[in-house]
């Protein structure tokens, strides 16, 4: 044993002097190549004497930047997350011009440009130096998570579970591709562009890997709503317009997020899926999770328990990560002006514009979130938490801007499975097993705009079939993006219109665009209007639109028939009549009837919902939006998303039978919410029945009449605290406790340091 104790400390001392003498030779070479940086008196020095200096002001940054930065960081966790990643290279500054001011003799000097320069190169020679050493040694490993683990339960008080360890039951890591179709996965993986993928697949004993279908609404609000919290019920599209408030829910806001996330659990009086020692990371909605990081509808809650900034306090508290992050976020942004400047060149089409903010919206959904998210997750699975789900939109993001299967988004997923294939790696190295899940909430449909194709928009379309004045040229509609959202919350902006009541005028309606599905609802016809009331006001309205051969087919309520679908050629089926293959929604294929009519019957339909074409054999269609890879209603690969699982776990299809009798024979789940079942399903199989109670111990649904914080509705989180969490089930399985999400952050930078070289991608 006193062998052991002896290696294990030589072992440390051995990187602790590494890192010093390659910080030390790190600043000599600094200090030759800068011309405003010297680590010499005016006259002169020894080499001996130079090298001492170097060694001496190497020892007191690195000594201060482990003392004093934690502080620093934790104390600006005030400011805006984004602004903080660009103020940690000033600090870093500053800490270097400190240990230069302690070197003896006045020997170390820089002017604050330089000195902001050298403290980012050491700080990133340090980290790699410290993680290459650290990798290869298994005991260093065992050690760090050993030292992780006590850390925790000398903080909770809790005494260590001899059913804890990579012994006891499995957690589980749901990472979702968002906007990764089934078919363009398969594709990735066997061309060799996601090689960690076709891993997966390729062993007999890994995953398997299944296609599921969205319902009408086929986009990140709707699908992820049910993934987490098990009800998508009313949620027509990505925005959509109220009524009775005068107001337009849009799904990236958070405010309306929040919302969204109050209905499902007052609908299923459950707080979601992760409500059992669970980790939302980048996601729309918590899932009732206690560890939040970047949760959009968690930004809508003020005051000390808004958390949901602490994966970027947990990710830039160590310099180093935010020092290769913002090389990785600049070339990003040459990255793509470079790829939309060869797209203007080569008159690829079909193209929208690419200019403006959008190359910086990009570099922070493929570079910034993917980051925090990753670091995030590996702290997650350092801290052994049982279940994590986690949204990274990088591919999304691009392939709405350059198409789904574009070499640009082709770029996307390799550094993506990057990603995965570090946190495989990080899997075999934690304190407990996991079981890795991926999935994604939809896929995307490639094809030109609307606008782009017959020269006006939707609303234009809209207005010209009302007999309202018409612009004499085509506006661009305004695109849906979670990322562009996500950045100004980052830096506390408000989201465009967050804060708006829509107020219209009686007379013009309100037209919204989610991807190729359109939605018209007229303000001054109380409830849902119907075909009549518009034949009345709008003679031309209902036929413009079903006759022109961009869109598909029309939905709107009969007076005389119940709600009906509409398509050119005077085509009119009564929904209770609709069969997939026949009438206006024959080339949707199957499942295309039972998602109308499920989203006939939310409350909050449109008066009108608009699906644009689609035509089968090429997968295109029309977007509302300035997109050329696009989602949100029906047509081809958007509504086919994946779900890759563990060969361990119930297959979903016997999950879904075993709940109701057998239905007609689909290749996988159909609905957001038949796959939250499965979700739910396979976490009870390794952690046991996962039981959400009331803050007085009793189930029940009354506790859904508990206001939920920011709403004005009333009803909120199943034996939820003040802060909308649900209370700690009986019965389960946390082998480390959670903790403060203050004390995550030192976690999740301390997991970035021990991970593998070159993980950022």
Not at 343 to 366: D, H, M, N, Q, W
Request: charged share 20%; aromatic share 6%; net charge neutral.
């Amino acid at each position: 044993m006193s062998d052991r104790r002896w290696r294990r400390a030589g072992g440390t001392l051995l990187r602790v002097v590494s890192v010093w003498a390659v910080s030390s030779l790190t600043l000599l070479a600094l200090a030759g190549i800068l011309p405003d940086f010297r680590l010499q008196a005016d006259d002169g020095d020894t080499v001996t004497r130079t090298a001492f200096t170097a060694a001496w002001g190497a020892g007191a940054f690195g000594l201060l930047s482990a003392l004093v930065w934690p502080v620093l960081v934790r104390a600006l966790l005030i400011v805006p997350a984004l602004v903080l990643g660009a103020l940690v290279f000033f600090l870093n500054g500053s800490l270097l011009l400190v240990a230069l001011r302690l070197i003896p003799d006045g020997r170390g000097d820089a002017n604050p440009e330089t000195a902001v320069v050298v403290a980012a190169v050491m700080s990133a020679v340090a980290s790699a130096v410290s993680t290459a050493l650290a990798v290869r040694d298994d005991d260093a490993y065992r050690r760090r998570l050993s030292r992780l683990a006590d850390r925790r339960r000398r903080r909770s008080g809790t005494p260590h579970s001899p059913d804890g360890g990579r012994d006891g039951p499995p957690g589980m890591v749901f990472v979702q591709l968002d906007g990764v179709g089934h078919d363009v996965l398969r594709k990735a993986a066997a061309g060799g562009l996601m090689p960690t993928v076709a891993g997966l697949l390729a062993d007999e004993a890994g995953h398997r890997l299944t296609p599921w279908t969205t319902d009408w609404s086929s986009q990140t609000g709707a699908s992820q709503l049910a993934l987490l919290h098990g009800s998508n019920f009313d949620v027509p599209a990505f925005r959509w317009y109220e009524k009775e408030s005068g107001t337009v829910m849009v799904s990236s806001r958070p405010a309306s997020a929040l919302e969204l996330q109050r209905r499902a659990i007052a609908r299923t009086h459950d707080g979601g899926l992760l409500t059992v020692d669970g980790a939302s990371r980048g996601n729309l909605f918590s899932g009732g999770a206690d560890q939040l990081a970047l949760v959009l509808s968690m930004a809508a809650r003020l005051g000390k328990g808004r958390r949901s900034r602490a994966g970027y306090f947990a990710y830039f508290s160590d310099p180093a990560n935010a020092v290769r992050t913002a090389l990785s976020f600049a070339a990003e942004v040459v990255r793509e002006i470079g790829q939309s400047v060869r797209a203007r060149v080569r008159k690829e089409s079909p193209r929208v514009k690419r200019g403006g903010l959008y190359p910086f919206i990009r570099a922070f959904a493929t570079v910034v979130e993917r980051d925090v998210v990753v670091a995030a997750v590996i702290g997650d699975m350092f801290a052994g938490r049982t279940a994590v789900y986690a949204d990274l939109v990088a591919y999304d993001e691009v392939a709405h801007h350059s198409g789904p299967r574009s070499r640009d988004a082709e770029k996307v997923l390799t550094r993506l499975d990057r990603s995965l294939g570090l946190i495989l790696k990080i899997a075999d190295h934690t304190p407990r097993a996991y079981r890795i899940v991926l999935l994604s909430d939809h896929g995307q449909s490639p094809g030109e705009t609307f606008a782009g194709r017959y020269g006006l928009t939707l609303k234009e379309l809209v207005r010209a079939g009302c007999g309202l004045p018409v612009p004499r040229s085509a506006q661009r509609t305004r695109s849906a993006s979670e990322a562009r959202d996500a950045v100004r919350i980052a830096l506390h902006r408000p989201v465009a219109g967050e804060k708006e009541t829509e107020h219209p005028k009686p007379s013009d309606p309100v037209v919204l665009a989610s991807g190729n599905l359109g939605l018209l609802s007229f303000p001054d016809i109380e409830g849902r209007a119907s075909r009549e009331q518009l034949d009345s006001r709008f003679p031309a309205l209902l036929g413009t639109l079903a006759s022109h051969p961009g869109i598909g087919f029309l939905l709107v309520r009969s007076e005389k028939h119940g709600s009906v679908v509409l398509g050119r050629g005077g085509a009119e089926v009564p929904v209770a009549e609709l069969t997939d293959g026949e009438g206006p929604i024959a080339p949707f294929g199957e499942g295309a009837a039972d998602a109308v009519r499920r989203t006939d019957g939310f409350p909050h339909v449109a008066d009108v919902m608009v699906n644009s074409m689609y035509e089968p054999g090429t997968g295109r269609v029309h977007a509302f939006e300035e997109q050329i890879g696009s989602h949100g209603g029906l047509g081809g690969e958007q509504s086919r998303p994946f779900l890759l699982w563990p060969r361990t776990l119930s297959d979903p299809l016997d999950v879904l039978a075993a709940e109701a009798p057998p239905g007609p024979v689909r290749a996988g789940p159909v609905g957001a919410e038949a796959v939250h079942r499965v979700l739910a399903r396979w976490l009870r199989e390794l952690s046991g029945p996962q039981v959400p109670l009331t803050q007085d111990g009793f189930t029940g649904a009354g506790a859904a009449d508990e206001p939920f914080p920011g709403s004005s509705a009333g009803a909120g989180v199943p034996g939820g605290d003040a802060s909308g969490h649900s209370a700690r089930p009986v019965g389960a399985v946390a082998p480390l406790p959670v903790v403060a999400d203050g004390d995550h952050g030192e976690d999740v930078a301390d997991a970035a340091d021990d991970a593998v070289p070159g993980k950022r991608g």
